[in-house]
């Protein structure tokens, strides 16, 4: 019997496209002959291909529990996005993984969550969002903040307004520029957290977004008593193969594609390099 070669891409038909904001696409993937399709982690990711382009790192952005698809969200960001944004339903990509570690929603059991997220950082924190709420008695307070540049620029829309009625979870949200249909917070994520009260021992923090954003949510985070080694994250490096064979993604002795890229404080502080 012949093990599958990790450089093989699975291939996998785009069932739907959903445009998120002007830059930003969710892709549905057809699923049927990826044997790992609901045997992923939250946290997690794929190397995606494109055809005679390239490929490139993006996280799986649904719950396992959840979605009959592999769902992508992807930032038009360079040459192998910028191919993608033309594809259609009914073209094919290519698929390797899943890879990486995950979110340690074991050790979030019995906890307060609290989500932080900004802009395209809110695909990996959905994927577990998605999967506490389909384990909702496992988990104390569930608490998300959701910040974006514009209304315009907030993905999952649909999602946010479900989650904005739904009982299980508190969402806050808040933009840095509103216009006339907005009427909710104004300004950056950060603002949210001052001042607010938390029970920091039993509280487990996920934070994703832009690098600047994550500096000032870090340090919010821990001045409102939460552990570094309770905020966790995921580092992005630049990736090649995925599978801690290639080194494009070494920060000192750790491979960010397999060692990570979920950590948490504690451990980039003792990173050789900061992100
Ligand atoms: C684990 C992980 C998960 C991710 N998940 C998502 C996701 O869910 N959605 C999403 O939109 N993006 C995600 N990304 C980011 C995405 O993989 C990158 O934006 C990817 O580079 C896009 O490929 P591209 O060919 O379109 O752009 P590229 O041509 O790679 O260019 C994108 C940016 O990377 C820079 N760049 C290019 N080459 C290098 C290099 N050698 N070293 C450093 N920087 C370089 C470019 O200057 C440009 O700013 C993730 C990245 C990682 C590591
Ligand atoms: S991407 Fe090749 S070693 Fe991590």
Request: overall charge neutral; proline content about 6%.
């Amino acid at each position: 019997m012949s093990a599958r070669s990790l450089y093989l891409p699975h291939l996998a038909e785009i069932a739907r496209v959903e445009e998120e904001t002007p830059d930003t696409r969710t892709y549905f993937l057809e699923a049927n002959g990826v044997e790992w399709r609901r045997a992923y982690h939250p946290g997690q990711f794929v190397e995606l291909s494109v055809f005679g382009v390239g490929e490139a790192p993006f996280c799986l952005a649904q719950s396992p529990t959840r979605s009959d698809f592999i769902e992508l969200t992807v930032r038009r960001t360079g040459a192998v996005t910028n191919r993608l944004h033309t594809y259609r339903a009914g073209d094919v990509v290519g698929l390797r993984g899943p890879f990486g570690n995950a979110f340690p929603f074991e050790r979030a059991r019995g906890r307060n969550l609290l989500f932080v997220g900004g802009g395209i950082g809110l695909p990996p924190l959905r994927s577990l969002i998605n999967y506490v709420l389909d384990h909702r008695t496992d988990y104390r307070d569930v608490t998300v903040l959701y910040g974006a540049r514009t209304p315009a620029d907030r993905v999952y829309k649909n999602e946010l307004a479900e989650w904005s009625r739904s009982p299980a979870l508190t969402l806050v949200e808040t933009v840095d520029r509103g216009d006339d249909t907005w009427t909710g917070h104004v300004g950056v994520v950060t603002r949210l957290l001052k001042g607010m009260t938390v029970d920091a021992a039993a509280t487990l923090a996920f934070t994703c977004g832009p690098p600047v954003m994550l500096t000032f949510v870090v340090a919010e985070l821990i001045a409102l008593g939460i552990a570094p080694s309770n905020v966790v994250t995921t580092l992005e490096r630049y990736m090649k193969c995925g599978v801690g064979k290639c080194g494009h993604c070494c920060v000192g002795h750790h491979y960010i594609c397999v060692d990570g890229p979920v950590y948490n404080y504690d451990q980039i502080r003792r990173l050789p390099e900061a992100p």
